[in-house]
């Protein structure tokens, strides 16, 4: 299998520059990685969409740090030529900066990662500025921000509002001037995603913020047809959902029929068609017991 040539951020940022879109997707294991790195895909988010579609709580909250770890290290051992983006997880950079920092480096070292994704607004940028200073990159998730859940009540989308719009513009914005080396922006319309292109220079990732970024994110079982629901702004490319349940459903008809496939080992040392059975050992009387 040929390698291809590593892909850096300056690799995406000379895409970006040149108008060369590059794609992005959650990962959460080494195998997949594998395969993904095999597909060209340039970045792969070991996103705290783990805690949902990995480890079956119902937000992203809910995503422990030292898995979070484990499993980016994991994907950046299968895709050791992609872009791995660390997702750092609920309160694990909120607390104070001594403790996100050491946790952000945390994910270059135990975790293996390229750069961290941080859900931010402007008032963060001292954060950044600091992360950048202790040499670890940042990208700067703007717009509709998961972990927030709580405050809105439930998912929903951003900038929908010119008042809106201009907040998350201006979050972008401060997030680059403190030193972000990416930014992604999520479920916003189309003018906002323009608008935080025109105001800024780095890289743009997109999810739901229309086809104008530098680069396009998905959930990755949102892709592929494996999500129950699946978000307004992914469209699903297979469905092996579907050929997961059909594959073990085969599989429950060929154990029934004694019929499971594949080649048995035989004995090495024997030609006979069975072992004899062995001789019953003899039994010893309980204590206390006559002979």
């Avoid at 293996?112 to 001292?126: G, N, R, T």
């Avoid at 200073?133 to 700067?140: F, Q, Y």
């Avoid at 035989?266 to 072992?275: P, Q």
Wanted: with cysteine; charged share 20%; glycine share 8%.
């Amino acid at each position: 299998m040929t390698t291809r040539e590593p892909v850096t951020i300056r690799t995406l940022r000379r895409m970006a520059a040149s108008g060369e879109p590059f794609a992005c997707l959650t990962c959460y294991d080494a195998t997949t990685a594998r395969w993904l790195e095999r597909a060209g895909v340039h970045v792969l988010l070991v996103g705290d969409t783990a805690a949902e579609m990995t480890l079956g709580f119902s937000r992203t909250i809910d995503m422990p740090l030292e898995v979070s770890l484990a499993l980016t290290a994991g994907v950046k051992r299968g895709a050791p030529n992609t872009v791995i983006m660390g997702d750092m997880p609920f309160m694990s950079y909120q607390v104070n900066e001594a403790e996100a920092i050491r946790n952000a480096g945390r994910y270059l070292t135990e975790g293996l990662a390229d750069i961290v994704k941080l859900e931010l607004d402007a008032s963060f940028a001292p954060l950044v500025r600091q992360l950048a200073r202790a040499g670890i990159p940042v990208c700067g998730h703007v717009g509709s921000k998961p972990q927030s859940v709580a405050m809105t009540g439930g998912y929903s989308s951003a900038g929908r509002t010119r008042a809106q719009a201009k907040r998350v513009v201006d979050d972008a914005v401060a997030l680059e001037a403190a030193g972000a080396v990416m930014l992604l922006v999520e479920a916003v319309p189309d003018e906002v995603t323009r608008d935080i292109m025109a105001a800024t220079t780095v890289p743009l990732i997109g999810i739901g913020a229309g086809t104008d970024c530098h680069g396009q994110v998905l959930v990755l079982q949102d892709l592929v047809g494996m999500s129950d629901v699946a978000p307004r702004f992914a469209e699903p490319v297979a469905k092996l959902g579907e050929a997961i349940r059909q594959a073990g459903a085969e599989w429950v008809k060929r154990v029934a029929e004694r019929r499971i496939g594949g080649q048995r080992y035989k004995m090495l040392d024997a030609a006979t068609e069975s072992l004899s059975p062995p001789e019953p050992k003899p039994s010893h009387p309980r204590i206390g017991e006559s002979r």
